[in-house]
Nanobody, 124 residues
Framework: QVQLVESGGGLVQTGGSLRVSCVVS????????MGWFRQASGTEREFVAAISWSGGSTNYRDSVKGRFTISRDDAENTVYLQMNSLNGEDTAIYYCGATRRLDLPTDPPEYRYWGQGTQVTVSS
């Protein structure tokens, strides 16, 4: 059974930092591209960042470049998203996804497996 379990969300003030994690089980983690997406209330799920199976390639949405960093630890079957300089527009539920695609897809349907999400709330 494949499971993706996110954690690390919470309430943070504008300008603060959070690191969210996603632990994966039930699939060969080192063979999967991993992505982070987010969904704010009343909006569609949107791409945030992705990292290749090797960790050698990453991709970010423009609004988080220079503030967010995606990384992975294959020994721990975990993907991370370090978020700095947070603002109100970053408030959302953050989801991790897994795909066998090699091109770091940004479209949610390209990801086969998903976690249940973790809430990130940025207050002013």
């Amino acid at each position: 059974q494949v499971q993706l379990v996110e954690s690390g969300g919470g309430l943070v003030q504008t300008g603060g930092s959070l690191r969210v994690s996603c632990v994966v089980s039930g699939l060969p983690f080192s063979m999967y591209t991993m992505g982070w997406f987010r969904q704010a209330s009343g909006t569609e799920r949107e791409f945030v960042a992705a990292i290749s199976w090797s960790g050698g390639s990453t991709n970010y949405r423009d609004s988080v470049k220079g503030r967010f960093t995606i990384s992975r630890d294959d020994a721990e079957n975990t993907v991370y998203l370090q978020m700095n300089s947070l603002n109100g527009e970053d408030t959302a539920i953050y989801y991790c996804g897994a795909t066998r695609r090699l091109d770091l897809p940004t479209d949610p349907p390209e990801y086969r497996y998903w976690g249940q999400g973790t809430q990130v709330t940025v207050s002013s």
